[in-house]
């Protein structure tokens, strides 16, 4: 693992140009631009906040303004789920360059998950501009935010690496892993607060590496809390020893890509 993680290193330059591409081309000749990054975000707060907060009277959660809540929860919901799905089918996205030029092929997908980031610094400036709205100020708690989404883009990888490789043997995997972080955002309070969970399952909520990074993610930016250090160690503990299984399966798959794609 060793020496695939310096090949990778080595070919840093190609990740940063191939990342690059990611983002060029996904907004280019489009009539939005920029939008497209934010409308799956505000159109869900819209919708939440119509069914929460103006139908069942959910006027905040945990002392949150719901479109606020809603909005920064999905900032980072969106990231996870739309840069998981764009890195699983990602090695089928560039089979030409696969089949032509010789490199370590996980650049692929980690170019894919690192253009999404800018996708989620769009969206994360809207929503200091919604907090602003409600009175909720950058604090200097906001210095841990690099390290919640460093765990975030670790838990996105692991999954990533694991599914493209399935994906290239199974094209219709897009459809189940779709329905199946639909599923996960319920499984995943999103849209309604932790406390709204039965008291025997709060505990259990911060199991969950979404759970975890939502939470912490919540406490800087709303209250000036500290993350809960013990939840974020448990998920990137976890997601440390699944990064090894995940790699050394790409690598041992990825000799096959040419041939399959």
């Known amino acids: 693992m060793i020496k695939d993680l310096k090949a990778l290193w080595a070919h840093r330059e190609l990740l940063s140009t191939i990342t690059r591409r990611e983002i060029v081309s996904r907004y280019k000749q489009t009539f939005f631009g920029l939008g ?40 980072l919901w969106t990231y996870f789920s739309a840069t998981t799905i764009n890195a699983m089918n990602s090695l089928r996205a560039n089979t030409g360059l696969i ?70 043997v199974r094209r ?39 759970g975890a990074i939502i939470d912490a993610f919540k406490n800087v930016v709303f209250y000036n809390y500290e993350p809960k250090w013990y939840s974020l160690l448990f998920s990137l503990s976890l997601l440390i020893v699944l990064f090894f299984l995940s790699y050394k399966i790409f690598k041992r798959a990825e000799k096959t890509f040419a041939d399959v794609l």
């Open 36 to 75: 497209w990054s934010l409308m799956q975000p505000i159109l869900q707060t819209v919708v939440y906040t119509i069914a929460f907060s103006l139908v069942l009277r959910t006027a905040s959660a945990e002392g949150i303004p719901y479109p606020a809540f809603v909005f920064a929860n999905l900032t």
């Open 99 to 168: 089949t032509k030029v010789a490199f370590p092929r996980e650049i692929i997908p980690l170019a894919s998950i690192l253009s999404g980031l800018f996708d989620f610094l769009v969206s994360f400036l809207v929503l200091l501009t919604l907090n602003a709205f409600y009175g909720f100020y950058p604090n200097v708690k906001f210095l841990y935010i690099p390290a919640i989404l460093l765990v975030e883009i670790l838990f996105i990888v692991d999954l990533a690496l694991i599914l493209s490789v399935l994906n290239v």
């Open 172 to 210: 219709d995997l897009t459809y189940v892993v779709s329905f199946l972080i639909t599923l996960y955002m319920f499984l995943t309070p999103v849209f309604f607060s932790i406390s709204a969970l039965p008291a025997s399952l709060q505990n259990f909520y911060f199991l969950n590496p979404m």
